[in-house]
């Protein structure tokens, strides 16, 4: 079974930066589409963005666009999660999770996504 790892997560101000880690087990890492969630209290898990295997997209949701920047590297088995300027609405568990690539569903989707980590808490303070 694959096993994702997060870490990084913890206080960090408004204004200031963070960088989450997820470390993958698969001997197929390249190949994944990696996404991260975020889940706040009373509220759904949402997309927050993913990267596809080089020359794939990268894909952000509207809410931190211009804020937070993914990136992969193959080599080690990562993929970050770069949050700058975070917003109190940033707080949440993020996750880590990864898309095989036989599964054609929209890497948007939470459905989407077959394995995932146990998540990082994120809490911003303001």
């Known amino acids: 079974q694959v096993q994702l790892a997060e870490s990084g997560g913890g206080l960090v101000q408004a204004g200031g930066s963070l960088r989450l880690s997820c470390v993958a087990s698969?001997?197929?890492?390249?190949?994944?589409?990696m996404g991260w969630f975020r889940q706040a209290p009373g509220k759904e898990r949402e997309f927050v963005g993913a990267?596809?295997?080089?020359?794939?997209?990268?894909y952000y949701a509207d809410s931190v666009k211009g804020r937070f920047a993914i990136s992969r590297e193959d080599a080690k088995n990562t993929v970050y999660l770069q949050m700058n300027s975070p917003l109190p609405e940033d707080k949440a568990v993020y996750y880590c999770?990864?898309?095989?690539?036989?599964?054609?569903?929209?890497?948007?989707?939470?459905?989407?996504?077959?394995?995932w980590g146990q998540g990082t808490q994120v809490t911003v303070s303001s």
């Open positions: 999770a990864a898309k095989v690539p036989w599964n054609t569903e929209n890497p948007l989707l939470v459905r989407a996504y077959t394995f």
């Open positions: 698969a001997r197929t890492f390249s190949t994944f589409t």
């Open positions: 990267t596809a295997r080089s020359g794939g997209g990268t």
